[in-house]
Each structure stands twice: as C-alpha cells, then as structure tokens.
T-cell receptor, first 113, second 114 residues
C-alpha cells in the first residue's frame, strides 16, 4: 500500500533534549511538508521541501530543523531552542510543489515533560 | 497575504439535519480551495477541492461545497448528518506566491447528536 508513515505515534521528551520525528512516503512524491497543529489554531507550516537536497522555512521554522537526503524521507528535529514544542506534528507530501493536493500522514504527538 | 476564516469553532447538529460549515478566504487572485476532515489523533483526509471550472464541487461522504467569488466563500454542506461525520473540518487555501503551499483555517469541530 502506498502512503505516508510517521513514527512514533506518541513521543515524550524532557526539556532541553532534541528529538527527531520520522516521516517516510512511498508515493514517489517530490514535495514534502511538516505542519504543527495546536488546538484552535489549525495547521501551521514549519518546513517544506520541493525536491531532494532542498528545503525552505515555513511560517514557524524557529527551533526546528529538517533534512531531505532521500526522496522518500523528510525527518524533523525539534531542538531545545523550540520554546513550546508540545503539539501534534503532521507530515504531508504532494506529487510536486505545484500540485494541488497534499496527502497527510497519521501524525506524531509530542509531549515535553 | 492569503488567509482563511472558519466561522464557528464548534458546530452541533442533530443526526439527519443539514450540515453547514462556513469558510471565507482572502486572496488577491482566485485561489485553489480545499476542505479536509480529521478524526481524533489522525492525519487529514481530503474531502473535496476547487481548482477551476464548476463552482459546485462534490466530495466524498456526501459533502459538497460551492465557490462563490463575489462572497469570497467556500462553505461546506451535507444534506443529512450522520454520526460518523463527527470530526474536525479544516478549510484551506493555496498560497500562489509559495508554489501552492496551503494556508489552513483554525478548524471547526462538528458534533452530531443522536
């Protein structure tokens, strides 16, 4: 089955620790995205990548980092510089950056203890 | 800058009643418009989208939406609500200046009463 997988589903982190969220897709999509979801705020774009070895900051990139070394993988690292990291994180992909439809993974809920 | 406003963070309807979820957008040019549904602790699933052509768009699960340029609206409707429709719904608009990146509304939680 083609799709997007995110792991883990739930993640707990102590303050001051970096943590990496996994996102993998086997849809052969060029573009990938990371969103953060907070109650009552919808989804906000953290980073996006239009093609391998390229990525751009979204609206709330501070305290986050990404890499795109492989087409199918777009991991997100939440660093200790992110002041309020507790949230639901969603990864998405689309055929290309100009494509009109994004496909979403099941999400990772990160809680900072 | 493009933005999306969803009126009503919570909407409650009785089973069998009409569902109406409101979405207004601001955009300098006609955008692409989307409605997504999210069930608890899951990702988003596309319900329907408007890109060009017919302004009344039909989607999955009996939902439809009408693009009204004069009102800058894209309201989501379903004639008869079902218990399984209870979820959070997001309206989104593409961001032309960033290669069609999506801007999301804050979401509307739909509750269906039996």
């Amino acid at each position: 089955d083609g799709g997007i997988t995110q792991s883990p589903k739930y993640l707990f982190r102590k303050e001051g620790q970096n943590v990496t969220l996994s996102c993998e897709q086997n849809l052969n999509h060029d573009a990938m995205y990371w969103y953060r979801q907070d109650p009552g705020q919808g989804l906000r774009l953290i980073y996006y990548s239009q093609i391998v070895n390229d990525f751009q900051k979204g609206d709330i990139a501070e305290g986050y980092s990404v890499s795109r070394e492989k087409k199918e993988s777009f991991p997100l690292t939440v660093t200790s510089a992110q002041k309020n990291p507790t949230a639901f994180y969603l990864c998405a992909s689309s055929i290309s950056a100009g494509s009109d439809e994004q496909f979403f993974g099941p999400g990772t809920r990160l809680t900072v203890l | 800058a493009q933005s999306v406003t969803q009126l009503g963070s919570h909407v409650s309807v009785s089973e069998g009643a009409l569902v109406l979820l409101r979405c207004n957008y601001s955009s300098s040019v006609p955008p692409y418009l989307f409605w997504y549904v999210q069930y608890p602790n899951q990702g988003l699933q596309l319900l329907l989208k408007y890109t060009t052509g017919a302004t009344l768009v039909k989607g999955i699960n009996g939902f439809e939406a009408e693009f009204k340029k004069s009102e800058t609206s894209f309201h989501l409707t379903k004639p008869s609500a079902h218990m399984s429709d209870a979820a959070e719904y997001f309206c989104a608009v593409s961001r032309m200046e960033y290669g069609n990146k999506l801007v999301f509304g804050a979401g509307t939680i739909l509750r269906v009463k039996s």
